[in-house]
């Protein structure tokens, strides 16, 4: 029996991350084949990473002749958890491809979990929901012997005219028990190619599934509120067969929380001196984990370069409000002590959150000038299915339900202002910012970026009294 597995991210279809040319690879699809492998079904990738449109499965499919099409989206990467419209309908495009010439379509994703009826409709035969290893090796099994479907957990599916959604499956607690992602049936070279504006190039690994923490805009469709982890030896050894495969300067480990298992991260640095093995790499974690000395002394020595955390907001107000359980001073604490040891400490902010009013902005721009990380990444706040923000303000949500691409930072719901402040405010935080690096660099001796400062200075002074002046547009 052949499996085809693809994925349904189109990086030309996301011009925002075209352009930032730093693609990674789909490590969720990849350890999903390799999982079918070593069950022993004859299986093969597509990677429909750089292609044009969704037609371009069509040949393959033809060639290959699978008896399935799993569509099976990386549920490690944040860009497939953001439900991007033209990638759901890439899905339902090469589902529908599939279907006509008599295959089986089996689609695991995060908005295929939330929207399950909807794939079914178009042309998806199954869906697996959640993890989804075991429930397709099991649904793959039962469409070979022609058994039936109703005692497989993690799925659903069409029985007639009604769609049958079976119990919930138990997630996987030893990750090491699970064989390395097929990275040999990945080819590499089109993801080296786009790195080299960069002049290094970084390739993903996952050393955990879950987040135990119940930040209430987060969704968690695939792992929930669980965390597992695989053992730094079970870690080290993918490293290690990487490089036997292509070489690599940077690693983003690409874990929702990364080392949060006690003495993980330093276990995982005397592993990596053990073996003599030298990386550079970063990570996604949380301020209040990151308070002790010990902890970045394990990460600086292990080779974390940038640590990215999930500040959100300079307001306890807010903060609480998204039940995140950090506070304003341990970012300001983290931060420091980050900084003291060499590592890059970098936020993710998010605006437009509920009850969020210039007060509030103005905070978050007080913690963010005065603390100037490394860099920034800032969004609006982005309702999810399945989190209790989402029944906040889907009452309030438009027919639109999901962004075009990753740039959109649309508001979909009513925040306290205007969409079109929101986007001002992006572009200024954008622009301000990088006037406070250059200036930094300025301190430093390098003053052949006054042109540059001059430009940001001016155009972020510009943008900040655009902002003022339209935050009158409040519902207030």
């Keep these: 029996m052949k499996v085809l597995f693809t994925h349904s991210y189109f990086l030309n279809f996301d011009p925002k991350q075209l352009a930032l040319s730093k693609p990674y690879p789909p490590v969720g699809t990849l350890n999903a084949t390799s999982f079918l492998r070593e069950k022993g079904y004859d299986v093969s990738f597509f990677d429909v990473s750089f292609s044009k449109n969704s037609n371009e499965i069509i040949p393959v499919l033809e060639k290959q002749q699978p008896d399935c099409l799993v569509i099976y989206d990386d549920g490690f990467n944040y860009l497939t958890k953001m439900c991007l419209t033209k990638m759901r309908n890439a899905a339902f495009e090469m589902a529908k491809s599939a279907h006509d010439k008599g295959i089986k379509v089996i689609i695991a994703s ?123 030896q079970h870690v080290v050894k993918e490293i290690k067969y990487l490089q036997t495969l292509f070489s690599f300067d940077h690693i983003w480990f690409s874990d929702d929380i990364f080392g949060l298992k006690p003495a993980w991260v330093q276990e995982f640095n005397e592993v990596l001196k053990a073996e003599n093995i030298k990386i550079k790499y970063k990570i996604q974690s949380r301020a209040d984990l990151l308070l ?10 292990s080779g974390c370069d940038e640590v990215w955390i999930g500040a959100e907001s300079g307001a306890q107000k807010i903060l609480d409000a998204m039940d995140k359980g950090t506070s304003v001073e341990q970012i300001k604490e983290s931060t420091l002590i980050m900084k003291k040891h060499g590592l890059k400490p970098c936020y993710f902010l998010q605006f437009g959150y509920l009850s969020e009013n210039w007060t509030d902005i103005k905070a978050t721009l007080n913690l963010l000038f005065e603390m100037m990380p490394h860099d920034i990444g800032v969004s609006v706040s982005y309702p999810l299915p399945g989190t209790k923000f989402y029944d906040i303000v889907k009452s309030e949500m438009s027919d639109k339900s999901n962004w075009e691409d990753s740039d959109e930072l649309l508001m979909m719901y009513e925040g306290t202002y205007a969409p079109a402040f929101y986007k001002k405010l992006h572009r200024f935080i954008h ?24 430009y940001f200075k001016f155009f972020s002074n510009l943008e900040y009294l655009q902002l003022s002046s339209m935050k009158g547009n409040s519902k207030d």
């Excluded at 090491?176 to 097929?182: E, F, G, K, S």
């Design 292 to 301: 002790k000395d010990d902890t970045i002394i394990s990460l600086a020595e």
């Design 110 to 232: 995060s908005d295929s979990t939330d929207h399950y009826e909807d794939y079914l409709q178009h042309s998806a035969d199954f869906i697996v929901m959640g993890e989804g290893e075991i429930s397709l090796l099991a649904l793959v099994n039962s469409i070979k012997h022609k058994t039936t479907f109703d005692d497989i957990h993690g799925i659903a599916f069409k029985k007639g005219n009604e769609t049958i959604v079976n119990p919930k499956r138990a997630i996987l607690t030893e990750l090491d028990t699970l064989p390395l992602p097929a990275w040999d049936l990945l080819d590499i070279h089109p993801y080296k190619n786009a790195w080299k504006n960069h002049g290094y190039f970084s390739i993903n690994l996952a050393t955990t599934r879950g987040c135990p923490y119940k930040c209430n805009w987060c969704a968690k469709p695939i792992y929930g509120n669980r965390y597992n982890s695989r053992s730094p």
């Design 431 to 454: 622009k301000r910012f990088r006037q406070k690096q250059i200036e930094a660099d300025f301190r430093k001796g390098k003053f052949n970026r006054f042109a540059r400062w001059f």
